[in-house]
């Protein structure tokens, strides 16, 4: 019996003692994983789906909705602004690249964009089968759309007004005009997967007209990402609670589209040189009837956000362990008065004070060692249960298993156990035996 | 000459200045049976705990297979401990986790020895706890505890073997066999064989008695 066994024994001889001091340091360990991991994850998320962009344009509203709608397509577009103008800006000495995003309709769930074949670039997009589109009405999908909903190469089919989930019924499709899949891209994930990619001049062309005398939208329940260009003035550029927003950014009143501007949602912006950090988002916002937003402060704000929470997080999963820690130490200890005669026994046989004091350490880390385990686990079923949920909702995956703190965690964990055995183990090292087994 | 299993020279031990306890020599050869009695308080424990390496003395010599283990340091004196001596205690504790032959097994595995398995079905079978193999120790009763107590002193075949008050909880039938037990193993592993006790039912099975006075200082 050597004494990783010596200790199992031990701890299972104490059952309902270990079970809770495993217990107990599990529950700190579950928060804290999954505090750090879904942090890691979502920095990991937005950093990749980010890419190089440094601005984006788009209509007036709140820039974090620009940011969330334009590059990570996760909430709704705060309007339109005009194709026309946004090319102009696109001229501009200071932009090394812009890239015009058109958004709109949607195929279970998954949004279609009008977009130049310089966005997958973005996200180095590669192919898997097929090619990129190139004529009206192709168009090239992410590999999530393609496993979702089954699309393949020549298959057809119609968009939808507005975003819909998969599951809900196609109440306003674009039956008269369908898509051809021309093309898969492969796994990269980012936004990409989650993307059906055409010209813009589909886009442009599946809405004109559409709204002409038609007010079939009128009561629409399906949020329409098109946006109207003047809902900002309506008092609510967020948009929350908004039960019917039109996503193609049609102004409200205006019955004839057919000969309107062409719209785009937004314009992704990459400087040519720091300048452009500097003079650009002060002109666009100042001299355009377009906004500025900066992804990387706008994600920093939104981690100020979250921060605050994510801080309160780890200060309670960090006082748990705490708990747990002086529960194994108080475990110990106790334990110390009702083995004395064991450990005195084990110094008889020949044990030396080195090996009583290796045993309560040991078994110090054997609680750590299991919590973390424990905790791991539970912290990782309840991330699958939420990558599932933000999937589903949001065709949000959360990358990854293992998180870069995990390892951190686990040698803290084993600190944590050898600093609460610490001092047992010396009790123990020091026991007299000549008096205990004399008593 | 014959090397001695124990040979104890002037040994004095005070657990403080009023209190000071002097020894009688004693030496114990190969297979020797040595029984040491005195009244309570007369120092028996205190002996055989100075004897076991359990107490430094305060001076003299003991001498466990001709190692002085009052000049060992602490690592060494609990290997040669674990490996020269085994000692019987009068209340026989054990590690309530483990069964009896993990407990058996345990002066083996804490010293690093092998024991195989033909030894350990022999010992068990000796003492007549083979059914108790697979127990805990809090299955079985007081007599079969003590042999298992006896098994676990002489599995590592030690040079001596150290029995303190190992009877005063039996009865005469459990007594008897103790002894027994503890004399045929020791003339069985040529082991010097040092019990102290106060239980004068042992007397006249031992042709060699020291008898301890109160020799406080």
């Not at chain 1, 019924?169 to 055409?198: C, K, N, S």
């Not at chain 1, 988002?281 to 906004?291: A, D, F, G, H, V």
Request: overall charge negative; proline content about 3%; charged content about 20%.
């Amino acid at each position: 019996m050597n004494i990783i066994q010596f200790n199992y024994k031990q701890i299972k001889s104490r059952p309902l003692s270990s079970a809770l001091n495993v217990i107990l340091f599990a529950t700190g360990i579950t928060i804290i994983s999954l505090v750090f991991f879904l942090r890691d994850s979502f920095e990991n998320q937005l950093d990749r789906n980010a890419a190089d962009i440094d601005l984006v344009a788009g209509a007036k509203g709140s820039p974090l909705q620009l940011i969330l709608s334009g590059i990570y397509h996760i909430d709704y577009p705060t309007g339109n602004i005009d194709y026309a103008e946004a090319m102009e800006l696109s001229r501009n000495p200071l932009i090394k690249q812009a890239i015009p995003l058109a958004l709109g309709d949607s195929y279970k769930g998954f949004r279609i964009a009008g977009a130049d074949t310089a966005y997958p670039a973005l996200y180095k997009g590669q192919l898997k089968a097929g090619k990129l589109w190139q004529k009206d009405f192709e168009v090239t999908i992410g590999s999530k759309v393609a496993s979702r909903t089954g699309l393949a190469l020549g298959d057809t089919f119609a968009g939808v007004h507005g975003i819909h989930g998969l599951s809900a019924e196609p109440d306003h499709a674009h039956e008269d005009m369908l898509y051809t899949v021309t093309g898969v891209f492969r796994e990269t994930a980012t936004v990409l997967d989650q993307l059906i990619l055409t010209n813009m001049e589909s886009v442009w062309a599946i809405h004109a007209g559409e709204h002409d005398g038609d007010d079939e939208h009128d009561g629409d329940e399906d949020h329409d990402e098109h946006g109207d260009a003047d809902h900002d003035e309506d008092g609510d550029p967020d948009h929350a609670g908004d039960e019917d927003r039109d996503e193609h950014g049609d102004r409200a009143g205006d019955p004839d589209h057919a000969g309107k501007p062409k719209e785009i949602t937004v314009l992704l912006i990459q400087y040519q040189n720091p300048m452009g950090a500097i003079t650009l988002p002060r002109l666009i916002n100042t001299s355009t009837r377009m906004q500025a937003a900066s992804p990387a402060q706008e994600i920093n704000r939104l981690y100020s956000l979250l921060g605050v929470g994510i801080r309160a997080l780890t200060y309670i999963s960090g006082f748990i362990i705490l708990i747990s820690a002086l529960g194994i130490f108080i475990s110990l200890l106790g334990s110390l008065e009702e083995r004395k005669y064991e450990l005195a026994l084990i110094r008889v046989m020949g044990g030396g004070r080195l090996r009583l004091f290796s045993y309560l350490i040991l078994e110090g880390i054997s609680f750590a060692v299991l919590g973390y385990m424990a905790g791991f686990a539970i912290s990782r079923a309840a991330m699958f249960f939420l990558s599932s949920y933000a999937d589903a909702n949001f065709n949000y995956t959360l990358q990854g298993w293992v998180a870069s703190t995990d390892v951190c965690l686990l040698a803290a964990s084993l600190g944590i156990g050898v600093a609460a055995a610490i001092l047992p183990a010396i009790k123990a090292m020091n026991t007299n035996i000549s008096k205990t087994l004399n008593q | 000459m014959e090397e001695k299993c124990l040979v104890t020279e002037n040994i004095q031990y005070s657990y403080n200045r009023d209190h000071v306890f002097r020894f009688p020599d004693i030496l114990c050869g190969k297979g020797e049976h040595l029984l040491i009695t005195g009244q309570s308080g007369c120092g028996k424990t205190t002996l055989l705990h100075l004897i076991a390496g359990l107490l430094r003395p305060d001076s003299g010599a003991v001498y466990v297979k001709g190692k002085d283990i009052t000049r060992l340091k602490n690592k060494s004196l609990d290997r040669h401990r674990g490996r020269e001596i085994g000692v019987v205690f009068q209340s026989p504790h054990f590690i309530k986790s483990l069964t009896a032959e993990e407990n058996l097994l345990m002066p083996a595995c804490l010293n690093r020895l092998t024991i195989d398995k033909a030894r350990l079905d022999d010992l068990f079978g000796t003492l007549n706890i083979a059914h108790c193999r697979r127990r805990r120790t809090n299955e079985m009763s007081q007599g079969e505890l003590q042999r298992l107590s006896i098994a676990r002193a002489v599995i590592n075949r030690p040079s001596l073997i150290l029995a303190d008050e190992p009877t005063s909880s039996l009865d005469d039938a459990n007594c008897r066999e103790a002894v027994s037990l503890l004399r045929s193993q020791s003339e069985k592993l040529q082991a010097g064989l040092l019990i102290v006790t106060h239980d004068r039912r042992l007397i006249p099975g031992f042709s060699r008695i020291i008898h301890l006075e109160s020799q406080k200082i």
